[in-house]
């Protein structure tokens, strides 16, 4: 069992940062491909970013690609999300997400279907 709680959003300006956190519970945590996603305005799911179980691993949608970057602390049990250049479509609720069926990414890490644990969500909203 994972429990996944995130935090770090809020309001800020078009070109400004912002560092989501996701605090996790649970022994899997550290063996755990983690990801993040978000729902915008349109209700569109989108995958953002995943990391492999030691951070060795990442990978990005296109849209963020160049601006964000996701890392983790697994001694702290943390995995982090620093987004920089925000823009307003970057607007949405931010969910943390563990799948604990494997710690490698691999070529579905950017589907929601791979992930088994899901936090309430983080909402940034970026003013223009």
């Known amino acids: 069992q994972v429990q996944l709680v995130e935090s770090g959003g809020g309001l800020v300006q078009a070109g400004g940062s912002l560092r989501l956190s996701c605090a996790a519970s649970?022994?899997?945590?550290?063996?755990?491909?983690m990801g993040w996603f978000r729902q915008g305005l349109r209700k569109e799911f989108e995958f953002v970013a995943a990391?492999?179980?030691?951070?060795?691993?990442?990978i990005y949608a296109d849209s963020v690609k160049g601006r964000f970057t996701i890392s983790r602390d697994n001694a702290k049990n943390t995995v982090y999300l620093q987004m920089n250049s925000l823009k307003p479509e970057d607007t949405a609720v931010y969910y943390c997400a563990a799948d604990v069926s494997s710690g490698l990414i691999v070529s579905t890490s950017g589907s929601r279907e791979d992930y088994d644990y899901w936090g309430l969500g983080t909402r940034v909203t970026v003013s223009s």
């Open positions: 990391v492999s179980w030691n951070g060795g691993s990442t």
């Open positions: 649970g022994r899997t945590f550290n063996s755990a491909v």
